[in-house]
């Protein structure tokens, strides 16, 4: 039963039973709708209590309906609610817990509100491109006031039950409960269910003192905030229809903003990266159920730049860490720059004082690998060199307790090879954080060819926990994420070769909306770090051709931000990117050089060559089985790369273009000379796909 009906006294109780948080499902709403016909008909019953049961009211529409025609099935959401307005027997909502989009709106559509301090009250609609779609604009504006509903509306975020009752003049909440909620509803019940008329949410008036100078206002300040996204646009206007329309107007306003919305390519991108984050978090041969190892204390091998950052996120959580370093000096040092980041944090209120001393409190340090014997999980975050990293596994293999995870934040290196270097390759995964490692969310478990799944398991849960977007991969150079960007970069070089500046390239991939161009990432990583690899490459793959442009740059010691110079030039102590005339020069004697007439690029072509790049490695990366699946690759370049979020990642872009479009401009790439015809091959399973007119998703 997806909702249950109980006679106590003179009152129907119907429970929402549809875990995990009721969603309002078509067999949830038929479940519902028929209880409540039962308890109007029923002559025994006088009043009416709804609540959830477990733990939530109700988180609102069921997700697994998304999109699907049982999502409209009647009772759609709109009967359901209208059901309960119209009911002839006051219905009151005893609230706990969680009570989100649809199910706030179903409790607006009640008579009566019952809540249960500590309630997370929202209407996260926005948050998906769209708005509340069953009378949210349009009711709780009338119950709550204008300005406070819009806020709620627009940002999507959940407010505190307690918070809202002390909104002055509010009609959201009739009772905030001091105990027992469900007693407390039933005897509101017993004393309103003799009250006539009832009252209804439509009734009343959505007042503001001056609404059209305040939705200017909020207009304005809206539209600054959301440029790329029309949703919260369009949920201001239709609670400013909840002022000038009749209820039922007002109704019709939210409906075609709901319709408009739910077809936008922002509204499809954000819809697939919540479905993609929720994906990614299974592995198709580890079942959800496999039983995980504890991990109560972790230690980290290296306090460099990654080793601090990778610390702070398990101290963040709770979890005890040892570091270990070679030296005092490189300990002292790692220390102090998690000290200054969590004192930052504090300057700007972001972190209470008691809260960072007890986080520091959970740090301790060692230069003894006896001292990290015990820890539950082990990560080495040690100089980028495979007999480095082979040495530091043999000494964990000796001293690791059994069962202990040990794990490698290596961004190229082989996992198997490391794995190997211990007896314990099941044991061993690869957990690649991103710099600032204590900032971004992605994390790429690597899963090496003898990773114990309960291993993985642990892992994947352990990333929820220190709020890390987890996304496995396989073995591979660079592995999802950085074999892509190589792709990416190498076209960013043959743009360069070609005639483009660096700012015209960076200047059209942040109109396409990455948070930054290849060249100013460049700068601000160290183009030093590519240099290197690229070395490694030429040695490894002569066949591999790259635009030799960010050698010759490396060659004049501009490694970026931190040399003062790079791609761009930077004022002392400023991070402004400024036009270098040093490097105009150096690209001009380079095409000379190598015999090229520059020639004008489209900002067109410099994003779909950066783009298609990304998406066609990442369909060798499918067909290799390194990466599960494309909304996989997507989270990673959402939450790593700074992909545009509204365009959903680089494998839901090329799928809102057409693979087969696709497919046709990487033909014509493929034409030009300076650029490298066998990488432009469409990969088998993009030309299969293009060919048979289907999509990644
Ligand atoms: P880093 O040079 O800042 O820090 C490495 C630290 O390891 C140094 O403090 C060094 O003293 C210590 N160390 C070296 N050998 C050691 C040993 N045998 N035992 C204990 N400590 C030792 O390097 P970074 O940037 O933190 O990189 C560490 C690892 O993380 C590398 O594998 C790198 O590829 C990977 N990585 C780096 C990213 C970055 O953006 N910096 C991003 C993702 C991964």
Redesign the pocket.
Known sequence: MTATYEVRGKIAVITLSNPPVNGLGYETRKAFCAALERAESDTAVNAIVVTGAGKAFSGGADIKEFGSPKALAEPNLLSMIGMVEACSKPVVAAIHSVCMGGGLELSLGCHYRVVAPGTKVALPEVKLGLLPGAGGTQRLPRALGIEPALNMIVSGEPVNSELLAQVPGQKLFDRVTSGDLMEEALAFAADVADKRPLPRVRDLKARHANPEAFFQFSRNMVGAMSKNFPAPLRCLEAVAASTTQKFEDGMRTEREGFTALMFTPESKALRHAFFAERAASKIADVPDDTPVRSIAKVAV???????GGISMNFLNAGIPVTI????QE?LDR?IAIIKKNYEAQVKKGKLKEDKYQQRMALLSSTLNYADIGDADLVIE????EIG?KE??FKQLDAVMKPGAILAS????LDVNKIANSTKRPQDVVGL????PANVMKLLEVVRGAATAKDVLATVMQLAKKIRKTAVVSGVCDGFIGNRMIEQYSRQAGFLLDEGCSPQQVDKAAEKFGFAMGPFRMGDL?GNDIGWAIRKRRYQEKPDLNYSKSADLLCELGRYGQKTGAGWYDYAVGKRDALPSPVVAEMLEKHRAALGITPRQISDDEIVHRLVYALVNEAAHLLEEGIAQRASDVDMVYLTGYGFPLWRGGPMCYADTVGLFNVVQAMKRFAKNPLDDAKFWEPAPLLARLAAEGKSFS
């Not at 690649?432 to 710099?435: I, P």
Request: aromatic residues 10%; proline residues 0%.
């Open positions: 091998i290296g306090a460099g730049t990654m080793g270990l370093e070679t030296k490189a790692g975050a040690v100089f980028e480095v040495a530091v934040n290596t961004s190229t690649h954080f991103f710099s990583a």
